[in-house]
């Protein structure tokens, strides 16, 4: 589900934050981004950002979002040779708590949780899962 897609989302009780449920993994952006055509954020360029949902405080209008989404940072995981495939990611370790607005919601993801391969990246050691669907490269950034 991608914010972007006007054909389903818009704002308000209309966005995609509405349909959010604890657990639901997320791309955010966070650095700079457009509200209605005018840039908030730190000034810095966008960097997208993984999480899953552990809490959501949010008041949706006819026509506005406001609040705070939380959750848990989420990384892709290398795969045995060091790529990353894009499709699998891991919690974070240590869990690093994250919050972010409404407007910096771009997707939620299909996702499910595993521990296969956790071998693979025991340094790590956080709980991993795959993506059900490939995403767009605009939505993958790997760090």
Same mark, same amino acid.
């Given at each position: ?53 552990? /809490? ?6 006819? =026509?506005?979002? &406001?609040? @705070?989404?939380? %959750?848990? +940072? ?10 990353? /495939? ?6 974070? =370790?240590?869990? &690093?708590? @994250?919050?972010? %607005?409404? +407007? ?10 595993? /521990? ?28």
């Amino acid at each position: 589900d991608f914010q972007s897609d006007d054909s389903m989302y818009g704002r308000g009780e209309q966005h995609l934050s509405a349909l959010l449920k604890d657990g639901d993994t997320v791309v955010y952006q966070t650095g700079s981004w457009t509200i209605d055509g005018i840039e908030v954020g730190d000034g810095s360029p966008p960097i997208l950002r993984y999480a899953t949902v552990i /809490d959501i405080q949010l008041v949706w209008t006819h =026509n506005c979002e &406001h609040g @705070v989404i939380r %959750g848990l +940072d989420m990384e892709f995981l290398p795969t045995k040779n060091n790529n990353h /495939d894009g499709r699998r990611l891991v919690l974070s =370790n240590p869990l &690093h708590d @994250v919050e972010f %607005g409404p +407007d910096q919601l771009l997707a939620r993801i299909p996702f499910d949780w595993d /521990d296969e391969d956790l071998d693979i990246y025991s340094s790590q050691g956080g709980e991993c899962g795959t993506l059900l669907v490939e995403l767009p490269p605009e939505l993958i950034t790997i760090e």
